[in-house]
């Protein structure tokens, strides 16, 4: 099975192109989900996040505030450094299971879909790196459109993570996402064909 590790930044349109490789054919591990689903109420990581965060990052209904946590760890990176302790095993863990199930359901692709793919050294798990870019001034638009933030909120989030200018000096592929739609999809159609 050919592994494509996927990644990019906050914003840059890696789920747009997740979205087409899964319509394409291959079989997408979204590490997203798998974070969400990992600490829903009563599972192993959310009592842990809980007993590090405490109660407040809680809401009514027992689930963990996104929104609140983000903001912890997105202005302190020593919390950042402990959320990913309690998350990133799991995950990696629940992701390997995934592709493990496409593999044995006929699969020949699949696509590990990875924001910090790179970050985690998860790229020793596939066999190229695709990272979508957009130019940073695009980024921060999206961002603050999306997520409803002011443009400090937006930049710190987008310095918290590796900057996409980096992650290109990783990547086999780059899908620039600068553009529109039809522009990206011609990007990917292209080096899915060069996979096949």
Do not use: C
Not at 16 to 23: I, P, R
Not at 85 to 105: C, D, F, G, M, V
Not at 152 to 157: D, V
């Amino acid at each position: 099975m050919y592994i494509i590790g996927l990644t990019g930044g906050i914003a840059s349109g890696k789920s747009t192109v997740s979205k087409q490789l899964g319509e394409l054919g291959a079989y997408v591990v979204d590490a997203d989900q798998i974070a969400r689903d990992i600490v829903q109420p009563g599972e192993p990581a959310w009592k842990e996040i809980q007993r590090q965060f405490g109660p407040e990052i809680l809401l009514a209904d027992g689930s963990i505030n996104r929104k609140k946590l983000g903001e912890i760890v997105f202005s302190d990176s020593e919390a950042r450094e402990k959320l990913n302790r309690i998350t990133h095993p799991r995950i990696e863990l629940a992701a390997l299971q995934a592709i493990e199930k496409a593999k044995a359901e006929g699969y020949n692709i699949a696509v590990l879909d990875v924001p910090l793919l790179i970050e985690s050294g998860w790229q020793r798990l596939v066999d190229a790196v695709w990272v979508v870019y957009t130019d940073r001034e695009t980024q921060l638009l999206r961002l603050m459109n999306r997520d409803n933030l002011t443009r400090e909120a937006a930049l710190s989030r987008i310095r918290s993570q590796m900057s996409l200018d980096e992650k290109k000096n990783y990547a086999d592929i780059v899908i620039d996402n600068s553009g529109g739609h039809k522009d990206t999809r011609r990007q990917v159609l292209a080096a899915w064909k060069a996979i096949l």
